[in-house]
């Protein structure tokens, strides 16, 4: 053990192949998803397993996307993401503008009511939220998939952005506010342009989330047509065991919006993943 | 001052009041419901009227054989998924700490579980682990490490491992990457004093790492505990709870009461047994780890 500056050249061997290991056990998955997904039925699950399809095929795609309706759950998945995500920023944004900036009877207490939602699992409200749903005429709708996925994401966002919105220095806003600028435009043309990482990561979180949410949906939708990309899958290969060519070219169509998304922001993913966590 | 003090306040509550208000209905009125349906026999049909039974859902939960299987298969689930998750966590963490050009490459590899849909990521478990799949091929065909194929998914305990390799799988990038950054703040200055002085590399990471990470550690613990009793989409697409309901979990137990038996008070029941249990545990986990970095410290 104190020979370690000796061992380097061991250890680093050593570290190399733990690495590769390690990172090979998380990527073949997702490679012999792909491979499957480009072979042909007849080739599925055979001894050996093939890796390379031979002969390759695009044909599940172009059945997931034609006789599968698959575009169809891609654009409600899209549709259902886009504007809960929009709809929760915005409103999170606000609720911490006004948590972070002004001072008001009560206001400790609605943020302790606020933290509710960080504590209880969602899965437990499910009950009650489909009676809900139900009264406000909500089932089996694209819309009450949003309301919920905006109320579910509600807590979280504005518990991160009031921390950042808190730290922006006050003397901006008193100057604007003697230039007469009103509480709206100090709030849409100053503070949000400068929460810009923070509303980022908030952003990428909320799309995720919506994206990959299956529960709820499990519940709300019950006509196929309006079913989101988690949900379709599901209930596809619970119908059709064994067509797994098909299930997974319907998986890698959900699947690239959140690769893409991910390589594209994982600098501000990683940050906003590690934010609250470090403090301590 | 105080005037516009308070103007300025009704303009903070006019910012908060939409999303409260969709807050409030959408979470807050729930939770409550949840409670209160738990203590009745909930009708569901428009016009019948719940009857109140005080504490019967609870007592019958009690006396269920298949809640406190469903109980110990979350525990199980708990107990083989969180201690892998933080030390192959950690341990990636610790051999990726080092910056190289290779670093965002690997860091990258390891979070592409995390981001992916656990609907996915549980059907391809579910095709690996298929009697014909590639774990069983790895296993027996190709490193003969099994005499015979397995038929995971259709027995209660092979499959609830076949669950869990999952949440090890899907979860160990999550935690890899808060360990990374906690172990960015672990002073160097102190590393290199305690190599000076002749300690090893266990005695450096017990010494000096472990004791700066430990708050990071603590949080997630706390979370993947949780995480733990909320399993719930994986269990429903790789098993839908069975063989014959011996891989149901707590939550899938629940929904089954709830949506298929259209059982509500009683699913209900289960839903605030499983709250109440994960409060408790995350308190007394707190307050062990917080009694211990005190000590250490």
């Known amino acids: 053990m104190t020979a370690g500056r000796r061992r380097r050249p061991l250890g680093a061997i050593l570290r190399w192949v733990l690495l590769l290991a390690g990172a090979a056990i998380m990527v073949v998955p997702f490679l012999y998803m792909l491979s499957t997904s480009f072979t042909g039925q007849a080739y599925v699950l055979t001894i050996p397993p093939q890796l390379i399809p031979d002969p390759p095929t695009i044909g599940n795609y172009v059945q997931a996307l034609g006789t599968q309706d698959f575009g169809r759950y891609f654009v409600n998945s899209v549709v259902v993401s886009v504007i809960a995500t929009a709809a929760a920023v915005l409103l999170s944004s606000m609720m911490a503008y006004g948590f972070a900036r002004f001072d008001f009877p009560g206001r400790e207490w609605l943020f302790r009511i606020l933290l509710i939602g960080l504590v209880v699992p969602a899965m437990m409200l499910i009950i009650p939220q489909f009676i809900l749903a139900k009264q406000f005429g909500l089932v089996d709708t694209l819309a009450g998939l949003i309301v919920f996925y905006v109320a579910g994401n509600l807590a979280f966002n504005t518990f991160l952005l009031r921390g950042f919105f808190a730290a922006l220095p006050g003397e901006l806003d008193q100057a604007m506010q003697m230039d007469g600028a009103n509480v709206w435009t100090r709030y849409w043309r100053l503070a949000m342009p400068l929460a810009r990482p923070a509303l980022g990561t908030v952003t990428i979180f909320t799309f995720l989330s919506c994206w990959d949410e299956f529960a709820w949906a499990l519940t709300l939708i019950q006509t196929p047509s309006n079913a989101t990309l988690p949900l379709a899958l599901s209930l596809f290969q619970g119908q059709n065991s064994t067509l797994w060519g098909l299930v997974f070219a319907g998986s890698i169509i959900a699947v690239v919006p959140v690769i893409i998304v991910f390589l594209v922001f994982q600098r501000t993913l990683v940050q906003g993943l590690t934010a609250g966590a470090v403090k301590g | ?297």
Request: hydrophobic share 55%.
């Open chain 2, 1 to 297: 001052m105080t005037r516009t003090r308070r103007r300025r306040g009704w303009i903070g509550l006019a910012f908060i009041a939409p999303g409260l208000a969709l807050f409030l209905i959408a979470i807050v009125y729930p939770v409550l419901g949840a409670v209160q349906m738990s203590f009745y026999r909930w009708q569901i049909l428009a016009g019948a009227v719940s009857q109140w039974i005080g504490l019967d859902n609870y007592v019958r939960a009690l006396g269920d054989p298949e809640f406190w299987l469903s109980l110990g298969n979350s525990g199980f689930y708990m107990l083989l998924t969180v201690p892998p998750q933080i030390v192959l966590g950690l341990l990636v963490a610790l051999l990726l700490k080092a910056k190289s050009p290779a670093q965002p490459v690997f860091r990258a590899l390891f979070y592409l579980p995390v981001v992916t849909s656990w609907v996915v990521v549980s059907l391809l478990f579910k095709y690996l682990f298929a009697d014909q799949g590639l774990i069983n091929f790895t296993l027996h065909d190709f490193l003969h490490l099994m005499s015979s194929d397995v038929s995971w998914l259709s027995d209660r305990w092979t499959a609830m491992i076949a669950i869990c390799a999952l949440g090890v799988w899907k979860g160990i990038g999550w935690s890899m990457m808060i360990f990374l950054a906690a172990l960015q703040g672990v002073p160097d200055a102190l590393e290199e004093a305690a190599m000076m002085d002749g300690a090893g590399r266990w005695r450096r990471f017990r010494v000096v790492t472990l004791p700066a990470i430990w708050p990071s550690m603590t949080f997630l613990i706390v979370l993947l505990v949780i995480g733990g009793f909320n399993v719930f989409t994986s269990v429903v697409v790789m098993t839908d709870g069975g063989p014959a309901d011996s891989t149901q979990v707590l939550l899938t137990y629940m929904y089954q009461q709830a949506f298929t038996n259209l059982d509500f008070g009683y699913g209900s029941a289960i839903a605030v047994l499983l709250a109440i249990l994960v409060l408790i545990l995350s308190l007394i986990q707190l307050r062990v780890f917080r009694d211990r970095s005190g000590v250490e410290a």
